[in-house]
């Protein structure tokens, strides 16, 4: 299985995977990913351990209420 190092963030399964994390893929998958530029072959020395930090996949932020300016206030009579 050829190793590639991602060129971007990836997303698979839900997991995201950071820019220069190295992961094992199939052949089909590998060209897939290197003719989208999305990975670029590995050629890391043999023994050199494979990035295996994975990012959890950001939540969408919670939208906040709109402000309403404060009321002006009221002259005095």
Same mark, same amino acid.
Request: charged share 25%.
């Given at each position: 299985?050829?190793k590639l190092?991602?060129?971007?963030?990836?997303t698979?399964?839900?997991?995201?995977?950071?820019p220069?994390?190295?992961?094992?893929?199939?052949?089909?998958t %590998?060209?897939?990913?290197i003719?989208?530029?999305?990975?670029?072959?590995?050629?890391? /020395? $043999?023994g @050199? #351990? %494979?990035?295996?930090?994975?990012?959890p996949?950001p939540?969408?932020?919670?939208?906040? /209420? $709109?402000? @309403? #300016?404060?009321?002006?206030?009221?002259?005095?009579?």
């Amino acid at each position: 299985m050829p190793k590639l190092r991602l060129k971007v963030t990836h997303t698979h399964a839900g997991v995201a995977y950071p820019p220069g994390h190295v992961i094992d893929v199939d052949d089909h998958t %590998a060209r897939w990913l290197i003719d989208q530029e999305i990975g670029e072959r590995d050629f890391a /020395p $043999p023994g @050199t #351990p %494979a990035n295996s930090e994975v990012m959890p996949v950001p939540e969408a932020p919670v939208a906040r /209420p $709109p402000r @309403t #300016p404060p009321a002006a206030p009221t002259p005095k009579e």
